[in-house]
T-cell receptor, first 116, second 111 residues
Framework: EAQVTQNPRYLITVTGKKLTVTCSQN?????MSWYRQDPGLGLRQIYY???????DKGDVPEGYKVSRKEKRNFPLILESPSPNQTSLYFC???????????????FGPGTRLTVL | QKEVEQNSGPLSVPEGAIASLNCTYS??????FFWYRQYSGKSPELIMF????GDKEDGRFTAQLNKASQYVSLLIRDSQPSDSATYLC???????????FGKGTTLSVSS
């Protein structure tokens, strides 16, 4: 089954304790992205990756890191989480052939993170 | 800052009616537009995308795009209670690197 998976689905942690949220897709997609969703603010892009070893900042990258060592995986790293990073996080992936040929972004199930 | 604007709602319609959802965008460089449906606590699911001016129909759904007015809409015909959800409008940025999402419109279909 074609899918994007994320782990963990739920996480409660404390300020300053490093954590990693994993994201994996089995569709051989070049493009992957991380979003956070907050009430009243909608979905905002954190980081994206156009392919292996190619990553770039989105709109809200502060406090996050990513890596893309393999095509299928795109982990999100919070080196020192803070309460303002409490949010619902989504990973997404798609084929990418430029803006004139749009492709669906497939979203993972989401990770609900609470930082105390 | 490139933006996509939607009325937050809630938009309430009776079962069987047509629901009309609207969206405007600020980036004239955006060429492709997406409508996603999101149930509470779940991930967004694509309904359809559109990149040519005019209408695009898929079953009970019709997307409309007017690039001159920077306006996108989604019509849902024969609305069902299962259509009750938040509908997200998104514009692909000019570089093709990001979807810019609106905050979503909540639709409630009463039986």
């Amino acid at each position: 089954e074609a899918q994007v998976t994320q782990n963990p689905r739920y996480l409660i942690t404390v300020t300053g304790k490093k954590l990693t949220v994993t994201c994996s897709q089995n569709m051989n997609h070049e493009y992957m992205s991380w979003y956070r969703q907050d009430p009243g603010l909608g979905l905002r892009q954190i980081y994206y990756s156009m392919n292996v070893e190619v990553t770039d900042k989105g709109d809200v990258p502060e406090g996050y890191k990513v890596s893309r060592k393999e095509k299928r995986n795109f982990p999100l790293i919070l080196e020192s989480p803070s309460p303002n990073q409490t949010s619902l996080y989504f990973c997404a992936s798609s084929l990418f052939v430029g803006f004139r040929e749009p492709h669906e972004q497939f979203f993972g199930p989401g990770t609900r993170l609470t930082v105390l | 800052q490139k933006e996509v604007e939607q009325n937050s709602g809630p938009l309430s319609v009776p079962e069987g009616a047509i629901a009309s959802l609207n969206c405007t965008y600020s980036d004239r460089g955006s060429q492709s537009f997406f409508w996603y449906r999101q149930y509470s606590g779940k991930s967004p699911e694509l309904i359809m995308f559109i990149y040519s001016n005019g209408d695009k129909e898929d079953g009970r759904f019709t997307a409309q795009l007017n690039k001159a007015s920077q306006y996108v809409s989604l019509l849902i015909r024969d609305s069902q209670p299962s259509d009750s959800a938040t509908y997200l409008c998104a514009a692909l940025n000019q570089a093709g690197t990001a979807l810019i999402f609106g905050k979503g419109t909540t639709l409630s279909v009463s039986s």
